[in-house]
């Protein structure tokens, strides 16, 4: 079996801020969750999310023979910038270039690194690409526990983290035990969120949330939704913002999700920009996966509401 402190020893050189290790198995209490929140239609539109559900539960339909699954945290926390404060707002995680890439070409790495040290392995990374319950592994792997928001925290990074995974064919000690919960009494985060999106802990019903709506949702929004965003364009980190653990986080600030450009970001930029300034600004950033029309008629109506 190969030793733990080796994996976590890589990642470290890789430069991810945490590592965990489990043993891939049944995601018993995930699974019973997961199913009840889609059967009461909390998804919303996004239909894919009830798709593959049991590859989503059982890493071996995806990695043939697979036995561990790596988890990696890379920290996205940064001061407050103008976009992050004053209306229209856009969520911290896509002020810098498109996550999935940055990510995925860490964990490339960590995995040729494992390769040379132990031969060969076969496996592969996720970030949010496949069917994979990302949280729910990181949380077997004791980096941290799921938050009220249902957010995965890690006692030192807080959740303003990417998680990522290596699904690997090799037998590797488990890292750790679970963290257990430390939310405690706490309910600022259910408290806070304007539109009641957070039912119970851990269940978020998408269809009030304001991420869900300014981005993920396809179809046209009511005009009931564009008074539900609350001054977010993009995203939304209200229930974050709040939570106790992302205060005490330290702040990384790597390289490579930064941009610049986006740091002298100002809200006021929105009005009256153009389709070619917006994908110069925002090319290669997780923007794009909502588009030009969708952030403007939210900013827009943000501006409206002032
Ligand atoms: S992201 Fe915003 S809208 Fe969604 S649950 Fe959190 S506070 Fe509520
Ligand atoms: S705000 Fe409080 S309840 Fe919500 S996730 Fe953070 S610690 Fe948990």
Request: one cysteine or more; charged letters at 25%; proline letters at 6%.
């Amino acid at each position: 079996m190969i030793p733990n402190q080796r994996i976590v020893a890589l990642a470290t050189e890789v430069g991810f801020d945490a590592c965990g290790v489990c043993v891939v198995g049944d995601l018993v209490e995930e699974k019973d969750r997961f199913k009840d929140w889609i059967s009461k239609g909390h998804h919303a539109e996004m239909a894919y999310m009830a798709k593959n559900f049991e590859m989503r539960m059982n890493p071996a339909l995806i990695v043939p023979n697979a036995k561990s699954v790596i988890s990696v945290l890379l920290s996205y926390k940064r001061e407050d910038l103008s976009i992050t404060t004053n209306p229209p707002k856009i969520s911290r995680y896509a002020l810098g270039p498109d996550y999935h890439g940055a990510m995925k070409l860490m964990l490339f790495d960590l995995m040729s690194r494992i390769r040379a040290e132990f031969g060969a392995v076969n496996g592969r990374a996720f970030v949010d690409s496949a069917p994979v319950l990302e949280r729910a592994w990181a949380v077997k792997a004791g980096l941290g526990w799921i938050g009220k928001n249902s957010n995965l925290i890690n006692p030192a990074l807080g959740s303003y983290v990417f998680i990522g995974e290596l699904i690997v064919d090799i037998d590797i000690e488990p890292t750790s035990v679970e963290i257990p919960d430390r939310c405690g009494n706490c309910t600022r985060c259910i408290d806070a969120c304007p539109n009641g999106a957070i039912l119970s802990p851990r269940v978020v019903d998408a269809n009030k949330c304001i991420s869900y709506i300014n981005i993920e949702k396809k179809t046209p929004l009511t005009e009931q939704e564009y008074s539900m965003l609350n001054g977010w364009c993009f995203g939304c980190d209200i229930c974050q913002e709040v939570c106790p653990w992302n205060k005490k986080a330290a702040i990384k600030n790597h390289p490579q999700l930064q941009n610049e450009k986006l740091n002298d970001l100002l809200p006021e930029q929105f009005v009256n920009m153009s389709e070619t300034e917006f994908e110069k600004l925002f090319a290669e950033t997780p923007l794009m996966r909502a588009g030009y029309e969708k952030v403007m008629l939210a900013a827009t109506s943000i501006y409206q509401q002032k």
